[in-house]
């Protein structure tokens, strides 16, 4: 079946812009994850949907990241005025449920702040 | 400029030897560990995975062992192949966390 699916598959943008960037999880997975990773590191949490409960936020680097999810369905994260230090792939990952489920990533946006 | 990540540890291994990739997790409380396989230009892609209620698992052509005591994971795999070559995270999940803690990262190259 299908994967997690996110786009864009790379974004350049200019100090300053907001973006956007955008996950399909897999259908049926209640819990979807967003994930940061610096080049040549490992992967930093942002933020956790789970169902309709509110989301976890606490891995949220600052006020200018926020994320939105409709349901079960699609999710958004968003980076108001970005800085160079964004630059980053941003990973999203979706499982059956929150805990003990394996997560399956996405392929990720690869984010350039120029 | 471009920021410059940290260096990966790096194995390199003879095509057909076996590899072991260790990692050291922090949290005692942590019951629940995975290996994730990723390529460049790609996301993490799951290998295995094992309850702290095990000590070892074995899938196809890998095999994870768990030491509790010293909070140490490995990954084994058998008879390395080209299409290996690839950066393996260990990542633990805690019952009260939702989010799994990643290492960071090994790099393996098989050589030919």
């Known amino acids: 079946g299908a994967g997690v699916s996110q786009s864009p598959s790379n974004k350049v943008t200019e100090k300053g812009k907001d973006v956007e960037l955008r996950c399909d999880p897999i259908?049926?997975?209640?819990?979807l994850y967003w994930y940061r990773q610096r080049l040549g590191q490992g992967l930093e949490f942002l933020i956790y949907f789970q169902g309709n409960s509110a989301p976890d936020k606490s891995g949220l680097p600052s006020d200018r990241f926020s994320a939105e999810r409709t349901g079960e369905s699609v999710s958004t994260l968003t980076i108001q005025r970005t800085q160079q230090e964004d630059s980053a792939v941003y990973l999203c990952a979706s499982s059956l449920a929150g805990g003990q489920y394996t997560q399956y990533f996405g392929p990720g946006t690869r984010l350039t702040v120029l | 400029g471009e920021s410059v990540g940290l260096h990966l540890p790096t194995l390199s291994v003879q095509e057909g030897d076996n590899s072991i990739i260790n990692c050291a997790y922090s949290n005692s409380a942590s019951d629940y560990f995975i290996w994730y396989k990723q390529e460049s230009g790609k996301g993490p892609q799951f290998i295995i995975d094992i309850r702290s209620n095990m000590d070892k698992r074995q899938g196809q052509r890998v095999t994870v062992l768990l030491n509790k005591t010293v909070k140490h994971l490995s990954l084994q795999i058998a008879a390395t192949q080209p299409g290996d070559s690839a950066v393996y995270f260990c990542?633990?999940?805690?019952?009260?966390?939702?989010?799994?803690?990643f290492g960071s990262g090994t790099q393996l190259t098989v050589l030919p």
């Open positions: 259908s049926g997975h209640t819990a």
């Open positions: 990542a633990e999940n805690s019952g009260s966390a939702r989010q799994l803690t």
